[in-house]
């Protein structure tokens, strides 16, 4: 048997002999993973049920990715907790890019609202944000209020209600600052189980307002069911057009938006974290589902891995600061 020198160099045809086996023996490695990925169905755990913006909005990413990766994209929907129970479940799920989290602009709010949300947020890498809609103040149609600050006049004389999508959505949060904050005026939060619901409570005359995303209520207000008093965005929705913004009705700067965003456990391969990244920009650049995404209310965002992480980043502190200014805690 011949010595081991440690001094002495490989000769070409043991370093090709090497790299052959390495091939063989599939040695794992970012560049490896990236080319394999997937190799069987990939799970989209929605936070949210079904028939919702979220739900919508993993249908029609799925649909995509599943096209172009050759496999199933399967629906599962975890609601509960403010997406705190789906956001769980993902973030103990295996790093290996099979388990991925569709969830709203509520990932970003958990983070202050909540004391205890079963799961740290360091456990989840952003793969992106997809794309945004902002939330809307609407009324029966048979309000006398022309405008909002005509409601807010009222206000001032009686205690109102106003329903959401539940504790800890978006809207719920951002209407709870508007009339805390910038309206002065006593409103009992009334929560639902989802958009649906609250929206069929506002259209059957049982609340005074409504504070929902547009998809939402974007029907009930065209259909006349509804009046749409305001749209916390910086100009008016192309979707909505005779709704005004915030801005225009004495309240300026004040925007509020959910958006739908991708995330997979932390530790997933970057390589993979990328391929998926780059599937979802491919998908919503597709004509068909910029389309869909826009018939629902949304802006399509594209944007990469990192852009998205500093995004989420800038959310999580500017919705913190809207909950603890009114004092919001959930245990």
Same mark, same amino acid.
């Given at each position: 048997? /011949? ?15 090497? +790299?052959? +086996?390495?091939?063989?023996?599939? /040695? ?6 990236? %080319? ?8 989209? @755990? ?6 919702? !913006? ?18 199933? /994209? !399967? ?7 403010? =997406? ?11 790093? %290996? =890019? ?28 952003? *793969? ?10 609407? @009324? ?9 600050? %005509? ?29 805390? @904050?910038?309206?002065?005026? %006593? ?6 189980? =989802?958009?649906?619901?609250? +929206? ?16 939402? /209520? ?5 259909? =006349? ?23 225009? @009705? ?11 965003? *991708?995330? *997979? ?7 993979? +974290? ?25 802006? *399509? ?31």
């Amino acid at each position: 048997m /011949v010595p081991f020198d440690p001094h002495k160099r490989p000769t070409t045809t043991a370093l090709t002999a090497a +790299v052959m +086996v390495s091939l063989l023996l599939g /040695v794992p490695g970012s560049a490896h993973a990236q %080319d394999a990925y997937p190799t069987r169905p990939i799970t989209f @755990v929605v936070a949210f049920a079904a028939g919702g !913006v979220a739900d919508a909005t993993a249908r029609i990413l799925g649909q995509s990715l599943g096209q172009q990766f050759g496999q199933t /994209v !399967v629906i599962e929907n975890r609601g509960g907790a403010g =997406g705190n129970l789906a956001a769980r479940m993902v973030s103990r799920s295996p790093a %290996d =890019g099979y388990t991925v989290l569709i969830t709203t602009t509520s990932i970003a709010i958990n983070e202050t609202l909540y004391k205890n949300k079963g799961y740290e947020t360091e456990t989840l890498t952003p *793969v992106a944000i997809v794309a945004s809609t902002p939330d809307v103040l609407a @009324v029966h149609a048979s309000n006398p209020a022309k405008s909002l600050p %005509d409601f807010i006049k009222t206000a001032k004389d009686k205690p109102i209600t106003f329903g959401s999508a539940g504790v800890g959505s978006p809207s719920f949060v951002a209407a709870t600052y508007f009339f805390k @904050v910038l309206a002065k005026v %006593d409103a009992t939060h009334v929560p639902f189980q =989802g958009g649906a619901p609250a +929206v069929n409570a506002a259209v059957g005359n049982n609340l005074d307002m409504i504070a929902i995303s547009l998809p939402s /209520v974007a029907p009930q207000i065209t259909q =006349g069911a509804l009046k749409g008093l305001g749209i916390a965005a910086p100009k008016r929705s192309a979707t909505l057009p005779d709704v005004p913004t915030y801005t225009e @009705v004495g309240f300026p700067n004040f925007y509020s938006d959910s958006w739908m965003s *991708v995330f *997979v456990p932390a530790n997933t391969d970057p390589a993979i +974290v990328t391929k998926l990244n780059a599937a979802i920009q491919t998908a919503l650049r597709e004509p068909a589902v910029a389309d869909r995404l826009s018939k629902l209310g949304f802006n *399509v965002i594209l944007n990469s891995s990192a852009e998205a992480a500093a995004m989420f980043k800038s959310e999580v502190k500017k919705w913190g600061d809207m909950v603890k200014a009114v004092d919001l805690k959930i245990q």
